[in-house]
């Protein structure tokens, strides 16, 4: 493999920010020995190896990498990605099975952001961020900076906000980084609707179509891991989630070797910490946020509440509260696909 990076000096001479700011960051990474040669385009001067091979690839921004390899040309324009996905060694997998206990004892004074690159560190693209609320952004905020390899995953119900929608599009670009989207099987979802109709949960609770558009989804690609990062607080949910460590071995679902390591990096922090997290850092939010929904699922199952009100009560509004957990997070209610 050969990596060619090709960036710009302005007309004093002087490298463009992004060049400087993506040279720094592989040398702090100690990856600029994996830089095979680099290519300059001088914005005073026509001509030179590096804009001929812009304009023959048709790029007009620099800094951007050309990786050379038995499968041809890929190019990247995002440092990031090429660590991710060409500069940065796979760990290996772990092993022994993981002592939960032990290690949450051991990240118990640990940042977050510590916490999340100890987990990627360890499984690298086996570990997965399930994307969706404002603490996953925040997750994969972190998970970004580290330029470690992971994998990000949001389950499209078929039921989300058009803003949801268009903000993981928007997150997406910003991080320039692949999220897959994983729906519900659509045989069995046409028969629950037309079974059941499209809003049956506000009479037979929500339970049944949590578990076709959210649980089994899950399952299918938790299958494929060996560990998941999630944006779980403990002060979501207090009736659920006051016990929850910072790790332990999934209570619902498997991994790809069997037991699978569920993350929770954020557990003991609050939602104001979150949320200086994410001003400090300028990472994407959800438009919905700013509309009153502090806590975001489907559509029909969410909406705005009050300053006075917890942010788990905009969810399953007409339930008990400690009911208000759509499977993803309890064993009791993972049933079998």
Not at 229 to 255: C, K, N, W, Y
Not at 295 to 319: F, L
Request: proline share 6%; charged share 30%.
């Amino acid at each position: 493999m050969r990596v060619t990076m090709i960036k710009k000096t302005l007309t004093d001479g002087s490298a463009c920010t992004k060049c400087w700011e993506a040279e720094d960051r592989l040398r702090r990474m100690n990856l600029w020995d994996r830089i095979d040669r680099v290519l300059t385009i001088d914005a005073d001067t026509p001509g030179g190896e590096g804009r001929a091979l812009a304009e023959r690839l048709g790029i007009d921004r620099a800094p951007f990498f050309v990786v050379e390899d038995e499968d041809g040309e890929t190019v990247y324009q995002s440092v990031m990605l090429l660590i991710r996905r060409r500069l940065q060694e796979e760990p290996a997998a772990p092993s022994s099975q993981p002592d939960p206990a032990a290690i949450s004892a051991s990240l118990a004074k640990s940042t977050p952001g510590e916490i999340v690159t100890w987990a990627l560190k360890r499984y690298g693209a086996d570990c997965t961020l399930a994307f969706s609320g404002a603490e996953d952004v925040a997750v994969l905020a972190m998970a970004a900076q580290t330029g470690l390899p992971f994998s990000i995953f949001v389950l499209d119900t078929g039921r989300l906000h058009e803003e949801t929608l268009a903000f993981i599009e928007h997150v997406r670009t910003h991080y320039n980084a692949p999220i897959e989207r994983i729906a519900p099987d659509p045989t069995d979802l046409a028969q629950f609707e037309a079974e059941k109709g499209l809003f049956s949960f506000y009479d037979d609770g929500h339970e049944e179509c949590c578990a076709l558009r959210k649980v089994a989804p899950l399952r299918r690609v938790l299958s494929q891991k060996r560990a998941w990062i999630t944006g779980l607080r403990a002060d979501q949910s207090p009736d659920t989630r006051t016990a929850v460590p910072i790790v332990q071995l999934d209570p619902t679902f498997e991994g790809r070797d069997g037991a699978l390591l569920k993350v929770n990096p954020l557990i003991h922090w609050s939602s104001e910490e979150v949320w200086a997290y994410l001003t400090e850092n300028e990472v994407p939010t959800n438009p919905l946020h700013a509309q009153g929904f502090r806590s975001i699922g489907c559509e029909p199952c969410t909406r705005a509440v009050r300053p006075d009100q917890h942010e788990r009560e905009g969810r399953w509004w007409w339930e008990d509260t400690t009911k208000k957990e759509c499977g993803l997070h309890l064993a009791q209610d993972a049933p079998e696909e």
